[in-house]
């Protein structure tokens, strides 16, 4: 499996975490399954953590992405999405798609490190304590 996927209903978070590179069709799957899991509500945020593989999507993949990603939106509402990586290609990627979902309800961020996303959730909970305690 390429990623696991946990719901922290006390912290209001769905965390996924990317084991192996993704492909499009992974990622679109996941946010597909996302609406589905007992649990899901909108406004629950969301944190892509892509800190041990890299995303080796194309541009192409990415608006494609967005524009599916605008289909969902309703279900998501209003909430933040944090991609984490220090890979500079998925960093790169991930700030491309943050432009192309500027309208979204959704706002994406991406991070190149858990310090920098503390608190962009505005919990009052750092990212790494939101990973800790969502473990796999």
């Known amino acids: 499996m390429t990623h696991s996927v946990r719901l922290n209903e006390e912290l209001g978070v769905i965390v996924v975490r990317f084991h192996a590179a993704p492909n499009f069709d992974e990622i679109k799957t996941l946010f597909d399954d996302a609406v589905q899991m007992p649990g899901f509500r909108p406004g629950l945020f969301l944190v892509a953590d892509f800190r041990l593989t890299n995303a080796p999507l194309t541009g192409a ?33 991930g700030r491309m798609f943050m432009a192309l979902t500027d309208d979204h309800e959704v706002t994406t961020h991406v991070f190149r490190t858990v310090t920098e996303a503390d608190d962009w959730f505005g919990l009052g909970v750092e990212m790494y304590d939101i990973l800790a305690r969502t473990p796999e």
């Open 61 to 93: 993949e990415i608006r494609h992405l967005a524009d599916y990603v605008l289909r969902t939106d309703a279900q998501w509402g209003a909430t933040k999405w944090s991609i984490l990586t220090s890979e500079a290609t998925t960093f790169g990627l």
